[in-house]
């Protein structure tokens, strides 16, 4: 099983609106990874989480807070976005830090108001 | 046909010819190679890698060749089909690195 599943598939939020995104990995990996990708440009890494702990920020604005509650889970907490933050959110995870490939899921299309 | 670096983000293919794209990283050091696929409102897929000891790996209708010299990777597809439409991203990592630095994508059209 080489899947990474995300939810919400799409979601529209207001910029007082407090929402979650959700990732999950059943491969037993070890590092799980944020990106956002805005359209016609490669992803942008966001968070690197390496067993359980965050391990990489990527200069990202407080309004967007991970947590991983566990191995498998990857969460992305949303507060106070502005419209520029509307973008293609993608997970993705891999066995560890070293020569691995990472593995993405669908994404959240997320549309700020 | 043939890109030539990812400053032509655009490739037109005839269905049926082998397609290549091309891709030139930046970092010398980096010793893991990774193409990837991506269609459009999806996540991009994995497709072949490659390690900086190896010069070629051959997958499932695609070929990736790598240059360390010139610091150049390719992906070859042979019989393009029209499911292979989709923008192709090369990616670079140093092993022990946790990023990957993906560069910026060619979108394969196929004529036909």
């Known amino acids: 099983d080489t899947e990474v599943t995300q939810t919400p598939k799409h979601l529209v939020m207001g910029m007082t609106n407090k929402k979650s995104l959700k990732c999950e990995q059943h491969m037993g990996h070890r590092a799980m990874y944020w990106y956002k990708q805005k359209a016609k440009k490669p992803p942008e890494l966001m968070f690197v989480y390496s067993y359980e702990k965050l391990s990489i920020n990527e200069s990202v604005p407080s309004r967007f807070s991970p947590e991983c509650p566990n191995s498998s889970l990857l969460n992305l907490h949303l507060h106070a976005l502005q419209p520029e933050d509307s973008a293609l959110y993608l997970c993705a995870s891999s066995p560890g830090g070293g020569p691995y490939t990472q593995y993405f899921g669908p994404g959240t299309r997320l549309t700020v108001l | 046909g043939e890109s030539v670096g990812l400053h032509l983000p655009t490739l037109s293919v005839q269905e049926g010819d082998n397609s290549i794209i091309n891709c030139a990283y930046s970092?010398?050091?980096?010793?893991?190679f990774i193409w990837y696929k991506q269609e459009s409102g999806k996540g991009p897929q994995f497709i072949i890698d490659?390690?900086?000891?190896?010069d070629k790996r051959q997958g499932q209708r695609v070929t990736v060749l790598l240059n360390k010299t010139v610091k150049h990777l390719s992906l070859q597809i042979a019989a393009t089909q029209p499911g292979d439409s989709a923008v192709y991203f090369c990616a670079e990592k140093y092993s022990s690195a946790s990023k990957i630095i993906f560069g910026s994508g060619t979108r394969l059209s196929i004529r036909p």
């Open positions: 970092n010398s050091a980096s010793d893991y």
């Open positions: 490659i390690r900086s000891n190896m």
